[in-house]
């Protein structure tokens, strides 16, 4: 299904289940699909919304808008499309940020009942010891983001399988995880990507931790003491956070789904 935001730009989003809902944000590059050994057992207890970010997977293409409080706003605006209400908002890898600047932003209007942040950085170019993101020599390792954006541009299957394989804990994907997330990778134009790429390493939402009032549930890969001090950093910075920790590489909702499911139901039944 689509729905049109105020600037003209399509976003596809999957719907499922009935009950309180639970809205999934995908991560950069990503697609709504990457939920799919959540959605089936999820809503058996919540209706289990998905989206394509714009540019993203099977929303348009279009080239305006790429930025995080956009992208957040097209959140505001699916939620007001479908009349959602008692929300729990999860966002994975870049999609953190998402979720913080919704709450910036839109926080006021009261209907989220609860976060999820997976595996992510509020603040990507920032020198800071519990900052795990690649980029944040320095404050800011421009050259680093730069070569990237060559590489990608200049062989997108290449760089999409290397994503892929790093992503995935070692000894637990398959040639057929690496070849599906490859080609959910490749949905999304290299322009595009390093659009929102370049201004999602340019935000910074630590200031806005403090202010969250909502029980925030945060994952972690286990095992992983950058990702983990990240983790921990931004579970102390909100009033009502919990840490949980999962035995995973950057996609515990995918390559622990069971685990994962039965966390989140947990976490939401118990509010």
Not at 103 to 114: A, C, H, P, T, V
Not at 136 to 153: A, H, P, S
Request: with cysteine; proline share 4%.
């Amino acid at each position: 299904m689509f729905f049109k935001t105020d600037d003209d730009a399509f976003l596809y989003y999957q719907d499922a289940g009935e009950g309180n809902p639970i809205v999934f944000l995908h991560g950069w590059s990503c697609t709504c699909d990457f939920w799919k050994r959540n959605i089936k057992r999820l809503s058996e207890e919540f209706r289990v919304i998905t989206i394509d970010f714009r540019g993203h997977g099977a929303s348009s293409k279009v080239l305006h808008g790429h930025t995080i409080p956009r992208y957040a706003r097209d959140i505001k605006q699916l939620f007001e499309y479908l009349n959602l209400n008692n929300i729990t908002l999860i966002g994975w890898s870049m999609a953190v940020t998402v979720v913080l600047s919704y709450y910036e932003q839109y926080s006021e209007d009261g209907i989220l009942k609860s976060i999820g942040l997976i595996d992510g950085t509020p603040a990507p170019f920032l020198d800071e010891e519990w900052n795990y993101h690649r980029m944040k020599k320095n404050g800011g390792d421009v050259f680093k983001m730069n070569k990237e954006i060559v590489d990608y541009v200049d062989n997108p299957r290449y760089f999409a399988a290397g994503k892929a394989m790093g992503w995935l804990k070692e000894g637990m994907s398959t040639k057929e995880d690496i070849e599906w997330i490859t080609n959910e990778i490749l949905k999304t134009p290299p322009w595009i990507s390093y659009a929102i790429f370049t201004d999602f390493l340019h935000r910074d939402y630590t200031s806005v931790l403090n202010s969250i009032e909502l029980p925030v549930i945060v994952f972690c890969p286990k095992n992983r003491q950058d990702r983990y001090l990240t983790g921990k950093y931004i579970a102390d910075k909100v009033s009502k956070g919990r840490l949980v920790e999962i035995d995973s590489g950057h996609l515990p909702f995918y390559e622990k789904p069971k685990e994962f499911n039965e966390i989140l139901i947990s976490f939401i039944k118990s509010l």
